[in-house]
């Protein structure tokens, strides 16, 4: 897994309250990265999951119906 720092301003989460990781709607692309991972027994931070702190966690939240890609552009664009 990524070190916990938020997407949106670098803020290193150090505290359990601090933030959290939100799960996006997974692409394509993620559901072959899980399956690559499933046949080598690898491990790592998924494409689709991403850190945010806790300012920027509950809009982030509201998104994760969206892919990341998706959701990450619609957050910069509102200036979260």
Known sequence: ??????KICDKNLEEKDDGGLIYFKKRQSD???EKRMEEIGGVGHPPYAEWFCKKHFKKANELRHL???EALKNLMLEGT
């Open 1 to 6: 897994m990524r070190p916990p720092i938020c």
């Open 31 to 33: 559901v072959e990265w």
């Open 67 to 69: 892919p990341i890609d």
